[in-house]
């Protein structure tokens, strides 16, 4: 199988957000659903089909599992992304992360992965990821 060697916008703020799903050894059903609804309703994922996630997401996987594919995978998000849309990757991880209400370890290892990748000021992020948590709150 050959590397990927570029992906698009959308394709890399799908990447972003398996690679905090996959984190802890695979990708929850509710993590899948919080995905495709991000993908649903947000406007960075206009015009972006079931069916290009579905495809993006399996690259991600495949990203992963090459030889150095986390920090391949890495490389091609911040390559991606320009500094708006790397805010918009971190928020979706965060997203992701929120949706087992758990976070593991190794997800919060992969959060600050995504973090260095990014090149994300600590302020924004801590600010993200205080917004995020402020919606899951329950009543």
Known sequence: MLARTGLDAQ???V????LVAAAHGGIT???IGVMTALVQTLPAFEHFSAERLEAATDAAVNL???EDGLNHAGRLIGEALGPRLRETAYA???EVVAADRLAHQETLRMLEFV?????LDP????AIERGIR???QRA
């Open 123 to 126: 302020l924004v992020t801590a």
């Open 92 to 94: 979706l991880a965060c």
């Open 29 to 31: 059903d509710r993590e």
């Open 64 to 66: 992963l599992r090459e």
């Open 134 to 136: 402020a919606r899951q």
């Open 11 to 13: 394709e890399a703020l």
């Open 15 to 18: 990447c972003t957000m398996v």
């Open 115 to 119: 973090r260095e990748a990014l090149d």
